[in-house]
């Protein structure tokens, strides 16, 4: 029967008297262990995991069917990752790239292809577009694309492979390494 509870048991505050001993049990284990923590200023940002971004592409020349070049790029950049793949609608076509921070932590990734360049822009952006804009970089033309979320696809046709570029780098840094894919001799 209910009036033969207690009488501190009768009212809203049984629950807060009850939940009151497991919370402080919970925090103390937590403490014990050390899985906890506070920091009111948010994460600080760490390196950038680091990816032999030469190596891989030494390796790439040994397996493709067209020219790898190993650009020499800035020191502060750090090669972060890297993939070789094929196209992903199915067709033929392999790609190979190399994803960089650069030295104001911006992204650029770098893209070797023996696809169509409209290939290429798809397998960056996931749909074909059409060109909004040209530079040239390195003494070559680019052909520069928008992806959906608004990041530049800087692409260019020299025969035997497509390179391409992408990511929030500033248009300097793209002109940058667009001269410095150029300067670099073929592997392959």
């Known amino acids: 029967m209910p009036a033969d509870k207690p009488r501190i048991l009768q009212d809203n505050r049984d629950m807060l008297f009850t939940m009151l001993p497991l919370v402080v049990i919970i925090l103390l284990l937590a403490a014990l262990a050390g899985q906890c923590s506070f920091n009111p200023g948010g994460p600080e940002p760490g390196p950038p995991p680091q990816f032999n971004a030469e190596l891989a592409l030494e390796y790439d020349a040994t397996v493709v069917d067209f020219p790898i070049r190993v650009p020499d790029v800035s020191d502060e950049w750090t090669a972060n990752s890297g993939m070789r793949g094929e196209s992903e ?14 030295d104001d932590s911006l992204y650029l990734r770098y893209s070797q292809a023996d696809m169509s360049e409209e290939e290429l822009v798809g397998y960056h952006t996931g749909d074909p577009a059409a060109p909004e804009d040209s530079d040239t970089a390195g003494g070559t033309d680019w052909r520069i694309y928008r992806a959906a979320n ?25 002109t940058d390494m667009a001269s410095k894919i150029m300067e670099a001799e073929p592997l392959s």
């Open 89 to 102: 609608d199915g067709g033929p076509g392999i790609v190979t790239w190399v994803g960089y921070v650069t």
């Open 150 to 174: 608004g990041e530049p696809i800087w692409v260019t046709d020299l025969g035997d492979v497509r390179i391409g570029m992408t990511g929030s780098a500033t248009r300097a840094q793209f």
